[in-house]
């Protein structure tokens, strides 16, 4: 399984980012799938997941800001970022939900910055 993000970069507050992850190696369309980031000396959280049926779910520090979104083709997984805060910034990972996780990829960096 790979997991490739990317899409991140250097954005000032207020601003806006869509991030991309593809993925290989699995039946994408069959799995729950999901966005996680790990803030500069903190621990990797869970931002949003997004199921086989896009149904989807976030956490509340960016709800109404965040949309996950997935395209079963292409096998790829999607974040737009809104209303970018400085504390969004983070190393952005995608990976399965909990139970079906996979090797961890690199992830992509998304720096808020003025």
């Known amino acids: 399984v790979q997991l490739q993000a990317s899409g991140g970069g250097l954005v000032q507050p207020g601003g806006s980012l869509r991030v991309s992850c593809k993925v290989s190696?699995?039946?994408?369309?069959?799995?729950?799938i999901a966005w996680y980031r790990q803030p500069p000396g903190q621990e990797r959280e869970l931002v949003a997941d997004i199921a086989s049926d896009h149904t989807t779910n976030y956490v509340d520090a960016v709800k109404g800001r965040f949309t996950i979104s997935r395209d079963n083709v292409r096998r790829t997984l999607f974040l737009q970022m809104n209303s970018l805060k400085d504390e969004d910034t983070a190393r952005y990972y995608c990976?399965?939900?909990?139970?079906?996780?996979?090797?961890w990829g690199q992830g992509t960096q998304v720096t808020v910055s003025s």
């Open positions: 190696g699995i039946n994408f369309r069959l799995y729950g």
């Open positions: 990976n399965g939900r909990a139970g079906d996780m996979f090797p």
